[in-house]
T-cell receptor, first 110, second 115 residues
Framework: KQEVTQIPAALSVPEGENLVLNCSFTDSAIYNLQWFRQDPGKGLTSLLLIQSSQREQTSGRLNASLDKSSGRSTLYIAASQPGDSATYLC?????????FGTGTRLQVFP | DTGVSQDPRHKITKRGQNVTFRCDPISEHNRLYWYRQTLGQGPEFLTYFQNEAQLEKSRLLSDRFSAERPKGSFSTLEIQRTEQGDSAMYLC?????????????FGPGTRLTVL
């Protein structure tokens, strides 16, 4: 059974810092890995999807990497801003359902 | 099409009542998923459809829960005889064919509170 873990559970940083959020999964036979952002009381916004054949994906200040052999993915946020404050969730997929971690709650203060 | 929509956004009900939620996926997406999220946790899979066929149901989906997707378009999730433990955010997502990476796009959710 796939288990997804995210570390740290919470993070508070000053504006401008570069950040790394970690995601690990127990079963390397994944189809893809997806990173989401969730604002309080809201739905999920898809940030990046990395297919199993890919190593990384980039979108603006975000970069996500995938290492299937070690069961790890990282989300790198460059030059963080207060508007980045949210919960970040990673989820692995075996072609249908997503298995989520419990998220990293990020606060970026001015 | 602006994305996945869900209705209602909030529902407060008394224990024992039945509730029904609706999800409208992105129009060209053939897969539709339901997840449940409780406070401080990541979403948990409930069930999914490919077109009108319900292909998988989680053990979380007790016999009080039923989901339908008539004609492969919108979907409804009904909870009968609600219990306080059903209080959660119910999220719907949709995706296109698996060959495109199966990226799932989520709606805003329906927040259920059972008193």
């Amino acid at each position: 059974k796939q288990e997804v873990t995210q570390i740290p559970a919470a993070l508070s940083v000053p504006e401008g810092e570069n950040l790394v959020l970690n995601c690990s999964f127990t079963d390397s036979a994944i189809y893809n890995l997806q990173w989401f952002r969730q604002d309080p009381g809201k739905g999920l916004t898809s940030l990046l999807l990395i297919q199993s054949s890919q190593r990384e994906q980039t979108s603006g200040r975000l970069n996500a990497s995938l290492d299937k052999s070690s069961g790890r993915s990282t989300l790198y946020i460059a030059a963080s801003q207060p508007g980045d404050s949210a919960t970040y969730l990673c989820a692995s997929s075996n072609t249908d359902k997503l298995i989520f971690g419990t998220g990293t709650r990020l606060q970026v203060f001015p | 099409d602006t994305g996945v929509s869900q209705d209602p956004r909030h529902k407060i009900t008394k224990r024992g009542q039945n509730v029904t939620f609706r999800c409208d996926p992105i129009s060209e997406h053939n897969r539709l998923y339901w997840y449940r999220q409780t406070l401080g946790q990541g979403p948990e899979f409930l069930t999914y459809f490919q077109n009108e066929a319900q292909l998988e149901k989680s053990r979380l989906l007790s016999d009080r829960f039923s989901a339908e997707r008539p004609k492969g378009s919108f979907s409804t999730l009904e909870i009968q005889r609600t219990e306080q433990g059903d209080s959660a955010m119910y999220l719907c997502a949709s995706s296109s064919a698996v060959g495109e990476g199966n990226e799932q796009f989520f709606g805003p959710g329906t927040r259920l509170t059972v008193l």
